[in-house]
């Protein structure tokens, strides 16, 4: 089992920017893919960027097209820690933002708000 716990949500202005931070638990080593998700209200869920692999060298990072160029998904594995660094933020990057890794199954973080105000 992984355990998720993400934090760095809040309210900043357009242009801001945000950092989000995914600490992985548990079975780290059964992770073969993560990534960040978003959820707007009144929309489905949709990917925001990902790692072809887990808390391991290698792999590649894959985006969403509305936020290549502005946002930049990381890792550290030595902290079993995920970030998704956010530039350039817009109003309509408001969305309850949620990490997943998948190993046997997935596994998702509680979510954290970001709110950009016009």
């Known amino acids: 089992q992984v355990h998720l716990v993400e934090s760095g949500g809040g309210l900043v202005q357009a242009g801001g920017s945000l950092r989000l931070s995914c600490a992985a638990s548990g079975s780290i080593f059964s992770i073969n893919a993560m990534g960040w998700y978003r959820q707007a209200p009144g929309k489905q869920r949709e990917l925001v960027a990902g790692?072809?692999?887990?808390?391991?060298?290698?792999?590649?990072?894959y985006y969403a097209d509305s936020v290549k160029g502005r946002f930049t998904i990381s890792r550290d594995n030595a902290k079993n820690t995920m970030y998704l660094q956010m530039n350039s933020l817009k109003p309509e990057d408001t969305a309850v933002y949620y990490c997943?890794?998948?190993?046997?199954?997935?596994?998702w973080g509680q979510g954290t708000q970001v709110t950009v105000s016009s």
């Open positions: 790692f072809t692999t887990g808390f391991t060298s290698g792999g590649s990072s």
């Open positions: 997943t890794v998948r190993g046997l199954i997935e596994y």
